[in-house]
């Protein structure tokens, strides 16, 4: 009787990228072949949680130009595109008086802050006349952005990267999915005050007023994929430790003495800064001064409900 000896089978994680043994056509030739050792553990870069200050600085600098500045991450996430989060990029636009410049975001929509300065906005079949303090949304179509006698600087976020990350294409006429709305800073502030002369209870994530459209009320969305909210913080309150799996980038509105805590670093605010929430990150928020806090915020949310893998959860 006699044994084999049978040599140990390789590691099929460890087999290289595999291609077609022989081809016989281009089509075939593309053909790549991965296996359920090595498809399944690639080791992405975490999305980095920041702080941005200096580029709303370099914004409401003097001079500089008519110009962006965007909050870009995209070399320590390893994108081949600008990012500030994998599916969403933030830049502050600066346009100096009585200039303009048209925009044409490859994108779903864009969502817009005015900071400092008066203007209007050309989108479509809609002019919007905006002064500080206002959000608007713009549909993915050519705009054409004017200040007035004063610097305008504004903020503005973009599904730029999650369309460039899948290779589509903005929506043709017939499938945008918003047009331009205007949301002024009276109704805003309108708006938050109702909502503190309503109670809130231990479940409720925070006091946050919701941006929505007519075409995207029902799922309580500013664009398909995005979500923004004015959040409010009373003096001498924190919100609640909490986490999700959406990305979330923040402008700092309103707030002094205040402060963020994101997977235990101490992010404290200053004007017009922009902090970034990876997701899952663990973070709060926190309001020592005297004054109520205002953040406005876009999150990636719109694109986890849908897919239904939210997570959102209180730690305390």
Not at 117 to 129: K, S, Y
Not at 198 to 203: F, K, R
Not at 267 to 275: D, E, F, H, K, R
């Amino acid at each position: 009787m006699t044994t084999a000896t049978t040599a140990a089978k390789p590691d099929m994680a460890d087999l290289p990228e595999q291609r077609p043994h022989a081809p016989a056509t281009p089509a075939q030739g593309r053909a790549r072949f991965f296996n359920s050792g090595n498809a399944f553990n690639i080791k992405l870069p975490a999305v980095p949680g920041a702080l941005f200050t200096a580029e709303p600085a370099r914004a409401l600098a003097e001079g500089g130009g008519t110009g962006f500045i965007p909050c870009d991450q995209s070399a320590a996430m390893g994108t081949a595109f600008p990012a500030t989060t994998p599916l969403m990029l933030a830049r502050y636009a600066v346009v100096e008086p009585g200039a303009g410049f048209t925009v044409d975001f490859r994108a779903t929509g864009s969502i817009w802050y005015v900071i400092c300065g008066a203007g209007q906005v050309d989108c479509l079949a809609d002019t919007i006349a905006f002064a500080p303090g206002d959000v608007f949304l713009l549909s993915c179509a050519p705009a054409q952005i004017r200040a007035g006698a004063e610097k305008l600087v504004l903020w503005v976020v973009t599904n730029e990267p999650q369309l460039a990350h899948d290779g589509s294409l903005p929506p043709d006429a017939a499938r945008r999915p918003v047009a331009p709305v205007h949301y002024p800073a009276a109704e805003i502030a309108r708006q938050v005050e109702v909502i503190y002369d309503h109670a809130h209870n231990a479940q409720t994530s925070g006091i946050a007023l919701i941006f929505s459209c007519d075409t995207q009320a029902a799922g309580r969305n500013i664009l398909p994929s995005l979500t923004l909210s004015l959040n409010t913080l009373p003096a001498g309150e924190s919100q609640r430790a909490h986490r999700h799996n959406s990305a979330a980038i923040t402008l700092v509105v309103q707030g002094e003495g205040c402060h963020s805590m994101v997977d235990g670093t101490r992010c404290p605010w200053s004007s017009w800064a922009t902090l970034v929430t990876p997701p899952g990150a663990v973070h709060s928020h926190h309001n020592d001064g005297t004054g109520r806090a205002l953040f406005l915020i876009v999150q990636d949310g719109g694109l986890h409900y849908h897919a239904r893998t939210m997570g959102f959860a209180f730690l305390d």
